[in-house]
């Protein structure tokens, strides 16, 4: 009795809401005139009163849940986004503190007087190419790609010359001339020298290349069309590649890498999410056509490197080449 009541209440004030009551109809239809309906009626007040209670227990326990729920998403999202930060601040660091160590390099071509010979007029001069390299010590050694000097290491005329931007240790950027000191064309690497003037310079870290893993993080910084210390970001794609070098020659165990290496980045660090140089960005194939990367790109291991540079700055060519 308690039930059909608390139902003919629930149903009452749903059926108001609903629609408006025939008055007569409902005092008819209660008055016991028949007898059947007046039980049929009850039977789904209580069936109709029922399912109100079950759905308003149902209510209560998604109310429930969902806020918990909702409080477990945040915080997924939340770790996500500090996941997030986290990365992108090793990033920015690793950037700062290795950009300093990246060159711009300038190839130049002095122009050509009247009577045909070659005014000493930098200022008028012809930019033939650019590219990029590293410091290697403080003494104002640079290294870079032999490709990317090839006309002033081939200059007979003497009207090449070779311009290098950079930044000391106190952020303030300077150019002087790069003169060669060493090339290996079989590696493509070639070693230049600046004049520091008293300036302190800021080495890149040596890394190792012989310990590299198929999807470990890398970065390239370089001059990429001439804009110069860009980053991008790869991982390393793979690893005992073989390459040409300009004479023909292979350059074997070069690293494979997926960050992007364009016209201008030749000569540039490849760097481990340490901040410590890899290998030397050298080449990448390119689209039909387009002369853009292709996403597979490569670099000189920075062991071959690490090998032939000392060689270069002592006796100006390869160990190999001495005898």
């Known amino acids: 009795m308690t039930i059909a009541l608390a139902s003919s ?13 025939n008055r007569s109809n409902f005092v008819l239809a209660c008055s016991g005139s028949n007898h059947v309906d007046v039980v049929d009626r009850k039977r789904r007040i209580v069936i109709f009163g029922s399912s109100l209670a079950l759905a308003s227990t149902l209510l ?45 390099i300038e190839d130049i071509e002095l122009p050509k007087t009247s009577s045909g010979d070659f005014a000493n007029d930098e200022e008028n001069a ?8 590293f410091v290697w010590d403080k003494l104002g050694h640079i290294v870079t790609n032999y490709h990317v000097i090839a006309k002033l290491a081939t200059d ?41 003037e008293g300036r302190e310079l800021n080495p890149v870290v040596l890394g190792t290349s012989n310990d590299l893993r198929v999807g470990q993080s890398c970065y390239a910084i370089g001059n990429p069309y001439g804009y110069e210390n860009t980053l991008t970001i790869g991982v390393v794609s793979g690893l005992g590649r073989e390459i040409p070098s300009p004479n ?15 016209s201008g980045n030749s000569g540039g660090p490849l760097l481990d999410s340490y901040g410590h140089t890899i290998g030397v960005n050298t080449a990448t194939f390119t689209r039909k ?21 000392p060689y270069l700055i002592v006796y100006g060519t390869a160990y190999r080449d001495r005898f």
């Not at 998604?62 to 997924?76: D, G, H, T, V």
Request: one cysteine or more; aromatic letters at 6%; proline letters at 3%.
């Open 248 to 262: 023909g020659k292979s350059i074997r165990e070069a690293i494979q890498t997926d960050a992007d290496i364009n």
């Open 156 to 196: 007979q005329f003497g009207l090449q010359r070779c311009k290098v931007s950079l930044v000391d240790a106190t952020g303030t950027r300077f150019t002087k001339d790069g003169k060669i000191v060493g090339l290996d064309p079989d590696n493509d690497l070639a070693v230049l020298k600046i004049e520091t």
């Open 126 to 133: 012809k930019i033939e190419g650019t590219g990029s390299g």
């Open 289 to 309: 056509g387009s002369g853009m990367s292709s996403g597979v790109n490569f670099a000189i291991p920075i062991d071959t490197v690490v090998r032939t540079v």
């Open 9 to 21: 209440k629930a149903f009452s004030s749903i059926f108001y809401t609903l629609a408006p009551i």
């Open 60 to 104: 209560g326990s998604s109310q429930q849940r969902f806020p918990l729920e909702s409080a477990i998403a945040m915080e997924k999202l939340k770790e996500k986004e500090d996941e997030l930060e986290e990365e992108e601040d090793r990033n920015v660091n690793l950037f700062q503190k290795t950009s300093s160590s990246v060159v711009y």
